[in-house]
Structures are given as structure tokens and as C-alpha cells.
């Protein structure tokens, strides 16, 4: 068979994860927690299943989690969705960034994404037809660079995708990146993706700033979160696109022969669930802490530590302890001090060697402390 995908292989979490188990490492790497969700989540969703909530749900996704999305974005980000015709559940972020896609690329059609980004967008714009522009963020800093984004743009210009915050640098927009990216779009048709899954975990009094509060930006915007960070519910794939009606309704049509929707009683629960605001308003906090403690242990060791503002990410430069490159340096650090990373090559064009690592910090306290105390041997 001639692979439609010739450059793609298996996905580094899934490389990462299967090393970290061989190894019986601390696995650090793929982004997930591992501690539970909160029980009367699980018990909203054993309501449903209990309650004959089993079949198919509408095609858009359940009423009720819809209704209960667009009164969270009004209340946080102040834009009013119609959840009827706005806001459309799906198998999470992946899915939906990768059916936006389906949507709105056009066969040559160029969509510009910052890198580094996150792993699924660059095949998904090529599954989608398109054409990927790779434009760099600021080196060391990972913030947007507007001069070569500006030259970027081109008339076969279809979409640009953000990650605010962002995986894997854990770096967040300001207030001036989004008005300079609001300028920059407003005499252009180029759409956005903007990829919110980390929205609630932002650090230092820092605020999440969503495209939705740009009406430059949200009337051309496909706003994507996910149920699985928000919620520490990784395996059960739910998330949600936000968008004007005219883009909701182009973003069905390929979402109901992709995938038609999405699990019932999930969406019950987590409908239910969200009626109390207390346990996103306080993930950043909690995250925070994680985030405090995992900085302060590599503090002493001898990895370069980079920012981190938002996310449960961290990432460190290993340049002054090996010379080895980041894929080697992370099979290394999982084979010998049992602690396992993902490169941030990953997140680049094949072939960009980095000499930067990443941490998931969404781990039991002891888990980070375990953790900290092999990387001490370095
Ligand atoms: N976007 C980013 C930036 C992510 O980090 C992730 C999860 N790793 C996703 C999208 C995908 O989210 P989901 O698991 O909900 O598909
Ligand atoms: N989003 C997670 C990460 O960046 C992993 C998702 C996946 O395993 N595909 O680590």
C-alpha cells in the first residue's frame, strides 16, 4: 500500500509511554494525570448510564452540556454562543481541530501553524488537503512572532492555528498578542483554530485570554477545549468546538459523517458536573502547586529550567549535560534514571534536533518527588 502519509510514524506519546512501561519508569512524558477525576463526576455519569441515558444523543452533542458550555463562555470570556447552532460536542480536541480542517481546507489551500505545536496538526492539515506553513515562534521565549507571521499570510492563506496556552512550552498569550493578532487578521479572510485545552490552567494571577473575547478574532474562530485536561478525564475523548453559526454549520456537515457524535452518558455528567464552576476556577491553583514544586526539585539539578506560565508542562534545556539529540536523550533518561520525557523535537518539522526536553507535571506529588529524586543522580 502507498502511504498516504509517508513522513508519519507511530505518535512519540505512544513511543514514550511504551518505553516508560518497558522501563518501569516514572512516566513524565505523554500528558495525562494520574490521579482520579473528582467522584461525583463518575457519579453523574453512572447516574446517566443508571437512568437509560445510552443511546444516541443529538448529532450536534447532548442539549444540556451545550447549554451548559455557552453560559461558561459567556460567564469567563463574555461572548454568547447559540447552543444550538454554535457549539458542537466532539471526540475531543483531536477531532475537533481535525474536522474544522475537514471543513474549511480546500485542496492547496495553506494553513500557517506556530511552531513548536502540537503533534496532530500538521498530518491533520495534510489529511484535510492542505498545505502546512510552518512559522517559528520566538526562539527561547516561544512568543508569537508577528513580523513573520505577517509574511507568512498569502492570498492561498485558509487558517491559522494557536495554542494558548501552549504545549509544549507552556508560554501564554497577552492581551497585546491578541490584539496584534486581531489587527493582522481583520483585513484578511484567513480562519482561526484557536486550541484553548489548557484554558484553566494559567499561573501567577495571569488570566486565559480565549479568542472568544476578540470579536475580530471570534467571528472567524473555531474555538477548541477538552473535557479530558479540564476534568483529568484523558481516556474519555470529549471536547467541544465553539464558532459563529455559518462556520458551525460547515464544521456538521463533516462531523456528522466523521463521527456523528459522541458518548451519552459522558456528555450527561459532565452537563450535571459543570453546574459548579469551583473545580475549573480552582485547577489553576492546583496546578500551580504541581507546577511549584516540580520547578523548585529541578531547580537542583543541572537542567536549564524554561518558563512556564500555563499548562501542566515544563520544559528544561539539557544542552550544558549531553550531546546527545532529544529523542536519544529521552530513551537514555528512561533506560538509565527511569524517569521518561518527551523531546520537543516532536513538536517540529522532521529533522529539527532540539536539545529541550518536556515534563508532564499532572502527577501525584509523590510521583514528581519520585521523579526528582532519580534526576538528583544527574
Ligand atoms: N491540543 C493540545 C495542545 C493538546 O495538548 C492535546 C492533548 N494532548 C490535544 C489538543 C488533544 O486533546 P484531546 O485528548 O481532547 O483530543
Ligand atoms: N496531549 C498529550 C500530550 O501532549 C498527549 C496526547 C496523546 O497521547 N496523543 O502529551
Redesign the pocket.
Known sequence: LQSRLPQVGT?I??VMSALAQRHDAVNL????PDFGCDPRLIDAVDEAMRAGLNQYPPMTGVPQLREAIASKLQALYGRDYDAGSEITITAGA?QAIFTTLLAIVHPGDEVIVLEPC???YAPNIEMAGGVVVRVPLTPGTFKPDFERLAAALTPRTRALIINSPH??SGTVWSAEDMQRLADLLRPTEVMLISDEVYEHMVFDGARHLSAAQWPDLAERAFIVSSFGKTYHV?GWKVGFVAAPAALSLEFRKQHQYNVFTVNTPVQHGLAAFMADPEPYLALSDFYQQKRDLFRAGLARTPFKLLPCEGSY?QCVDYSGLSDLDDQAYCEWLTAELKVAA?PLSAFYAQGTAQRVIRF?FAKKDETLNLALERLGRL
Open positions: 505518535t506519546f505512544t512524558g505523554q500528558g495525562f483531536t502540537y503533534d496532530s504545549n509544549p484523558t508542562f518527551i508532564c
